[in-house]
């Protein structure tokens, strides 16, 4: 594999240029690519910085770094385009058409994608994380009856990231319950859960997975062993199918895929504008 350098460079958090650049990379599995995010580049000598730092990664990769940046003050990008670099404007790239289709100018101005803009959408936002976290793991479960949605499954099945994803994305209320092994000998849904079923959504994982995923955390120990994951996740199916509760397989996807697919198949909407 070849290796390639690769910059996300912004006047801002850098958020926006390191997911849109990281998209597009996605696609290019043969290149090896060393990545380097440089937020807060609002000023040319911090630009001339970071010039010298991306000529120094083009004498050490297989070609010239590439740089994904959304900067706006265009007397940074003069400073910035004097790097040996490949770049990617993102915002030059797709503003101006959009100028154009809609007749007029953009804000083009610093931190606008990642602004407080609409303080409603923000204070939603910081309710449905702090929702999560206080009824993470099952800790708590008197204030189920204001969840979106209340996800549940074995020990180390992704609970926890996937109610905080959706928190944090979708302004989603999500709590998240663990099938214990109590719960799973009983192969019937937890007495505390009976009252919130329509919320349930149930998470699978593939055994060998899972014993591997608990092996970083407890090795060698029963909880992480291959025939108890077998047994956990068995009964986990037994429970989704004898109570009808919608389930998913989540062995192969990341945090955002499975959160996307729960808003797919429940059809539960975003709370943020």
Same mark, same amino acid.
Do not use: W
């Given at each position: 594999? !070849?290796k390639r350098? =690769?910059f996300?460079? !912004?006047?801002?958090t850098?958020?926006? &240029?390191?997911a849109?650049g990281l !998209?597009?990379?996605s696609?290019?599995?043969h290149?090896?690519?060393e990545?380097?995010?440089?937020p807060f #580049?609002?000023?040319? +000598?911090?630009a001339?910085?970071?010039?010298?730092? @991306?000529?120094?990664a =083009?004498?050490?990769?297989?070609?010239?770094p590439l740089?994904?940046?959304?900067? /706006?003050?265009?007397?940074?990008?003069a400073e910035?385009?004097?790097?040996? =670099?490949?770049?990617?404007?993102?915002?030059g790239?797709?503003?101006? %058409? *959009?100028e154009q289709?809609?007749t007029?100018?953009?804000?083009?101005?610093?931190?606008?994608s990642?602004a #407080?803009s609409d303080?409603?959408a923000y204070k939603?936002? @910081?309710? &449905?994380?702090?929702?999560? $976290? +206080?009824n993470?793991?099952g800790?708590?479960t008197?204030?189920y009856?204001?969840?979106? #949605?209340?996800?549940v499954?074995v !020990?180390?099945?992704?609970k926890? %990231?996937?109610s905080l994803?959706?928190?944090l994305?979708?302004?989603?209320?999500?709590a998240n319950?663990p099938?214990?092994e109590?719960?799973?000998?009983g192969e019937?849904?937890p007495?505390?859960?009976?009252?919130y079923?329509?919320?349930?959504?149930g *998470? $699978?994982v593939?055994?060998?997975r899972?014993a591997a #995923?608990?092996n970083?955390?407890?090795?060698?120990?029963k909880?992480?062993?291959p025939?108890?994951c077998e047994?956990e /996740?068995r009964?986990?199916q037994t @429970?989704?199918k004898?109570?009808?509760?919608?389930?998913m397989?989540?062995t192969?996807?990341s945090?955002?895929?499975?959160?996307?697919?729960?808003?797919q198949l429940?059809? @539960?909407?975003?709370?943020?504008?």
């Open positions: 594999m !070849s350098h =690769a996300f460079v !912004s006047d801002g850098g958020i926006t &240029a390191e849109l !998209s597009l990379l696609q290019f599995s290149v090896t690519f990545r380097t995010t440089l #580049i609002d000023s040319v +000598d911090k001339r910085e970071a010039t010298a730092q @991306i000529d120094k =083009a004498q050490e990769g297989d070609g010239r740089v994904f940046d959304t900067i /706006v003050d265009q007397g940074v990008r910035l385009a004097k790097a040996n =670099a490949f770049f990617v404007d993102i915002f790239t797709f503003l101006k %058409p *959009l289709e809609l007029t100018h953009s804000s083009y101005s610093v931190g606008k990642h #407080i303080r409603q939603t936002r @910081i309710d &449905a994380v702090h929702f999560a $976290l +206080d993470d793991d800790a708590r008197r204030h009856d204001q969840a979106d #949605i209340i996800l499954g !020990s180390r099945s992704g926890t %990231p996937t994803y959706l928190a994305q979708y302004g989603l209320r999500a319950y099938l214990t109590e719960d799973l000998d019937t849904l007495k505390v859960l009976k009252p079923k329509s919320k349930i959504f *998470l $699978l593939d055994a060998d899972l #995923i608990r970083e955390r407890m090795p060698g120990s909880y992480a062993s025939r108890q047994i /996740v009964a986990a @429970i989704y004898r109570e009808h509760l919608p389930c397989d989540v192969e996807l945090v955002e895929e499975i959160a996307s697919r729960i808003m429940t059809g @539960i909407k975003r709370r943020l504008s």
